[in-house]
């Protein structure tokens, strides 16, 4: 391992620029440092909010750990061989969250309804995810287009237009449909099981046994040590659980 090892916080459909972001995860991996026992100053940690270039990131040798989305875990898991050290406890949302896609009422009855549609979500990065994960319980018709978005109040406006587009919401995007002038106009389709909003992992084993086992000490012990507070809440956690993964996922 090199002397300064690195913590990616590789967010895709994120809000944030990595200038704003540094200061909050340079505390977080202080705080991460001094709960694992490690040396001072031996983890780095950077923002990266494009999934190329965080993924780029990810394949370094001194990346040791990365917080990545539940949808990356799930689209590039196997591929960078990532292993779930903690779970995520989100602000206002929690260790787990519902995925929701939504329609233009009338329009869409079932899953083959749906052939030529395009999906929008923040998720969109992640096919695998959306297909496989969030809407298992649907088979998508194989034509269907999936794409990235951050506009999702356009992507909503876009549905109740009448063009042949659903949207695929997290739980926060989901909860806030009431409140919408033309919330009568969509209709909600299916829903995913709960499924974690987000993970620390282990990259390609980089880290001996031992230190990774105290990293995940360490972040699951966070929530109770006063000090970490800050670190917490300025990217939004309250904390750390073990990780619980769909059966599917390792």
Same mark, same amino acid.
């Given at each position: 391992m090199a002397a300064v090892a690195t913590? %990616?916080?590789?967010?895709?459909?994120?809000?944030?620029?990595?200038?704003?972001a540094q200061p909050l995860v340079d505390a977080f991996a202080k705080a991460t440092v001094a709960g694992a026992g490690w040396k001072d100053g031996s983890l780095a940690a950077v923002y990266? !909010?494009?999934?190329?270039?965080? $993924?780029a990131k990810l394949?370094?040798?001194?990346?040791?750990?990365?917080? $990545? !989305?539940?949808?990356?875990?799930?689209? =590039?898991?196997?591929?960078?061989?990532?292993?779930?050290?903690?779970?995520a406890d989100v602000v206002g949302v929690g260790t787990q969250q519902k995925w929701t896609l939504v329609g233009k009422a009338g329009a869409v009855t079932d899953a083959p309804s749906l052939a030529g549609y395009t999906l929008l979500s923040t998720?969109?990065?992640?096919?695998?995810? $959306? =297909?496989?994960?969030?809407?298992g319980a649907w088979t998508l018709p194989a034509d269907v287009k999936i794409e990235s978005t951050g506009q999702i109040l356009s992507a909503l406006r876009r549905v109740t237009a009448g063009e042949h587009?659903?949207?695929?919401?997290?739980?926060?995007?989901?909860?806030?449909?009431?409140?919408?002038?033309?919330?009568?106009?969509?209709?909600?389709?299916?829903?995913?099981? !709960?499924?974690? %909003?987000?993970? $620390?992992?282990? %990259?390609?084993? =980089?880290?001996?046994? !031992? =230190?990774?086992?105290?990293?995940q000490s360490a972040l699951i012990k966070m929530?109770?040590?006063?000090?970490?507070?800050?670190a917490l809440s300025g990217l939004q956690l309250k904390g750390f659980v073990e990780p619980h993964l769909p059966a599917d996922k390792p």
């Open positions: 913590l %990616v916080f590789c967010a895709p459909g994120s809000p944030g620029d990595a200038d704003s990266d !909010p494009s999934e190329d270039s965080g $993924v394949g370094s040798a001194d990346t040791v750990l990365t917080f $990545v !989305p539940f949808p990356l875990y799930v689209q =590039r898991g196997a591929q960078l061989h990532l292993t779930a050290l903690a779970q998720a969109g990065y992640a096919p695998d995810f $959306v =297909r496989h994960s969030a809407l587009v659903v949207v695929l919401l997290d739980q926060t995007q989901a909860a806030s449909l009431p409140s919408l002038p033309f919330a009568a106009q969509l209709k909600t389709l299916v829903q995913s099981p !709960p499924l974690p %909003v987000a993970l $620390v992992a282990l %990259v390609d084993a =980089r880290l001996p046994p !031992p =230190r990774a086992k105290a990293v929530s109770s040590i006063p000090a970490d507070a800050d």
